[in-house]
């Protein structure tokens, strides 16, 4: 099965410029999640969506960053205006269920390769 | 709300030598614990879970209620097995914290 993409892989800005990233989720998750991995960190979740309703967006920055998943497919995750402090890897992980649960099992997530942004 | 706790960062050992990645947890209920791993330039995958009991590239992890601990063990390290290292923990009884929490995770260097 395809894995989940996400574009670009890498991103240079300059601090107050607009950001957006891309994720395809693996077909028939419907659950999609955007995690902000800063480095020597672990995953931090910034936003779950269940089809194309929001979950939880409890972590994230709702000044400056927004996401959507307007069809319950793909999805983008915008920032505006960047600050130093938001260089890190943007995963996108997609589970079949919430919490990667499904039928009784947890079948975990499935992660895209991730987008490094750096914010000069 | 939960907490996953990786005290070490960094984790050096030769090959053909045990090794063992420690993860803490805080929560009160039950939960799923789950480890996954992040090879050099690679994406970050599940290795394994401790509902199924399972054995992954020779990786074993125990729950233990008592100690709230997941180590993660392998009894003959690989240089293959370098890489970054996840503890994670999904809470079963869901409300708001119904979220996948990973730990800062631990970076494992086998040497020759």
């Known amino acids: 099965e395809a894995g989940v993409a996400q574009s670009p892989r890498y991103k240079i800005i300059e601090k107050r410029q607009s950001v957006a990233f891309w994720c395809n989720p693996i077909?028939?998750?419907?659950?999609l999640y955007w995690y902000q991995q800063i480095l020597g960190q672990g995953p931090k979740l910034l936003i779950q969506?269940?089809?194309?309703?929001?979950?939880?967006d409890s972590q994230l920055p709702k000044d400056r960053f927004s996401a959507e998943r307007l069809k319950g497919v793909d999805s983008t995750l915008k920032i505006q205006p960047a600050k130093l402090e938001d260089s890190a890897v943007y995963l996108c992980?997609?589970?079949?269920?919430?919490?990667?649960?499904?039928?009784?099992?947890?079948?975990?997530?499935?992660f895209g390769s991730g987008t490094r942004l750096t914010v000069v | 709300a939960q907490r996953v706790t990786q005290p070490e960062k960094l984790l050096s050992v030769f090959k053909g030598a045990p090794v063992e990645l420690k993860c803490n947890y805080s929560?009160?209920?039950?939960?799923?614990l789950f480890w996954y791993v992040q090879y050099s330039r690679q994406r970050l995958q599940l290795l394994l879970r401790?509902?199924s009991r399972e054995s992954i590239k020779g990786f074993t992890a125990d729950l233990n209620k008592g100690e709230t601990s997941f180590h993660l063990k392998k009894p003959f390290a690989q240089e293959e097995d370098s890489a970054m290292y996840y503890c994670?923990?999904?809470?079963?009884?869901?409300?708001?914290?119904?979220?996948?929490?990973f730990g800062k995770g631990t970076l494992l260097t086998v040497n020759p």
């Open positions: 992980a997609s589970s079949l269920g919430p919490g990667g649960q499904s039928g009784g099992k947890n079948y975990g997530y499935t």
């Open positions: 077909s028939g998750h419907a659950t």
């Open positions: 969506f269940q089809n194309n309703g929001v979950v939880d």
């Open positions: 929560y009160s209920g039950s939960p799923e």
């Open positions: 401790h509902i």
């Open positions: 994670a923990l999904f809470p079963n009884s869901g409300g708001s914290n119904y979220k996948l929490t």
